[in-house]
């Protein structure tokens, strides 16, 4: 048996071991909160139902289908950017929530400056446009909020609704 | 009779040699998606579920990064040299000891990947391998270096089979329509910018016949939960590598998650296997 080798060859490399193996299990039973590098590997294993809508950034992209599709990470880069712009209010929220209430149980006092983001509309207006125009078209316009669209699926196939960003 | 060979330094060679080469095959793909941290320029960061996340972010150092351009190229620069840096001092010509390289890698590491992933790029299980290689690679005994690599092997299963078992647990397995409501979930974005693609069409036909997307997703379960037999032999690692990498190539297909960045712990499954063995008369 493999811990058995490694105790008879250096004890504290078994310690070291078994302590991240149990660790590792804990985080696996508990399903929550990780600690790199004890992670959770869910990979889309969460109960997901077909919804009637879906929050979408409609940006069409500036190259062809098939470039946009072997490049995912240029996507991926482009959306969060957005997805956690939007998201700056929940992010906050998390640091009151989840972040202080850990904290508390360990009597720690993390300091909010750290954790929480306030990035003002013209700081990102200036950035994204740049960093995210040379993969995707963005609106022409000053007045484009980065909010998402909403798309209803029929069925059929997943329908951009007419209202939302000009 | 045959034997099987031990871990020899010949082994320790040419893992090293894989685990570069695909690094810098990986980084050289990022740099492409403009995922490095200075094609990022991050302005705004996410905090993760993750309390050794907030240990760091409690220095302040992932928001010194925030518009320092100059910041993100120095923390490329070191993050994609060390490894070449401990290939020609520690390897190659053997004149440094190699936790004099391997320490400040494994902590630069840490600090690089854990600020990385608070930015918009990518998620922080695959780099599981920057996290915990550096450590195997530290170390000065051969046998020290087997058997953290080991280690890492059983780190590489359980990262596999227990997303297998999750789906078990969830009952995600069971739930008819669960894989094309993932299909849309993943490709929205896609299918609204692209209509009458061919991919757009392919992921379509998925979602409307949940019959083929279910099915997909239990067969790539399946492979996740053939990694369990891991655990008690070594005989089956190749096969085992093999099917890692079919799970790559069709995540990337299906999916369009490009998981590469586990391949570099997916290698111990090639370089501790019972391969080798010697006919003794």
Redesign the interface.
């Known amino acids: 048996m493999f811990l058995k080798q490694v105790y008879r060859y250096s004890k504290p490399m078994f310690l070291l071991m078994v302590l991240f193996a149990l660790f590792q299990l804990f985080c696996f039973y508990k399903q929550g909160m990780v600690f790199a590098p004890w992670f959770n590997y869910g990979m889309y294993s969460g109960r997901v139902k077909i919804q009637p809508e879906y929050d979408v950034y409609a940006l069409p992209g500036k190259y062809n289908g098939t470039t946009r599709w072997l490049l995912p990470q240029k996507d991926d880069r482009v959306l969060l950017a957005l997805d956690w712009y939007n998201g700056q209010e929940a992010n906050n929220l998390f640091f009151q929530k989840n972040v202080m209430g850990v904290c508390s149980k360990f009597r720690l006092k993390p300091d909010a400056a750290k954790f929480t983001i306030h990035v003002p509309e013209a700081t990102f207006r200036r950035w994204y446009y740049p960093y995210a125009s040379a993969w995707v078209v963005l609106p022409d316009s000053s007045l484009y909020d980065f909010k998402p669209r909403k798309a209803a699926w029929d069925g059929y196939r997943l329908q951009l609704k007419s209202t939302g960003t000009p | 009779m045959s034997v099987p060979v031990l871990f020899t330094s010949d082994d320790r060679y040419r893992f090293t040699k894989a685990f570069i080469l695909v690094f810098y095959v990986l980084a050289a793909y990022?740099w492409?998606?403009?995922?490095f941290l200075y094609q990022?320029?991050p302005?705004?960061?996410?905090?993760r579920?993750?309390?050794?996340?907030?240990l760091l972010?409690?220095?302040?150092i992932?928001?010194w990064l925030l518009?320092n351009p100059a910041g993100c190229i120095v923390f490329d620069l070191l993050y994609y040299s060390f490894p070449a840096i401990y290939w020609f001092c520690c390897v190659k010509r053997q004149r440094l000891h190699p936790a004099v390289v391997g320490i400040p890698w494994l902590v630069f590491n840490?600090v690089y990947?854990?600020c990385y992933v608070m930015y918009?790029?990518?998620s922080?299980?695959g780099h599981?391998a920057g996290?915990?290689l550096p450590f195997v690679f530290m170390q000065h005994k051969l046998?020290?270096f087997y058997?953290?690599l080991?280690?890492a092997r059983?780190?590489f299963l359980?990262?596999?089979a227990?997303?297998g078992l999750?789906?078990l647990?969830?009952?995600?397995l069971f739930?008819m329509?669960?894989m094309?409501?993932?299909l849309?979930?993943q490709h929205?974005?896609?299918?609204?910018?692209?209509?009458g693609?061919?991919?757009?069409e392919a992921v379509?036909f998925l979602?409307?016949n949940p019959v083929w997307s279910q099915s997909l997703f239990i067969i790539s379960t399946v492979i996740?939960l053939v990694f369990i037999a891991g655990f008690f032999t070594k005989r089956f690692d190749r096969i085992l590598f093999w099917l890692f990498v079919l799970f790559l190539i069709a995540d990337?297909w299906v999916m369009?998650?490009?998981y590469f960045g586990a391949l570099p712990l997916a290698l111990t499954l090639l370089y501790l296997s019972p391969r080798k063995t010697k006919t003794l008369s």
């Open positions: 990022h492409l998606c403009g995922l990022l320029e302005v705004l960061f996410h905090t579920y993750d309390g050794t996340s907030w972010m409690q220095t302040g992932h928001q518009d840490w990947i854990l918009p790029s990518n922080i299980e599981i996290l915990l046998p020290s058997y953290l080991s280690g059983y780190v359980f990262f596999f227990s997303a999750w789906k647990r969830t009952g995600s739930e329509e669960h094309s409501a993932v849309l979930v929205k974005e896609f299918l609204v910018a692209y209509p693609h061919w991919y757009t379509y979602v409307k996740e990337f369009r998650i490009p």
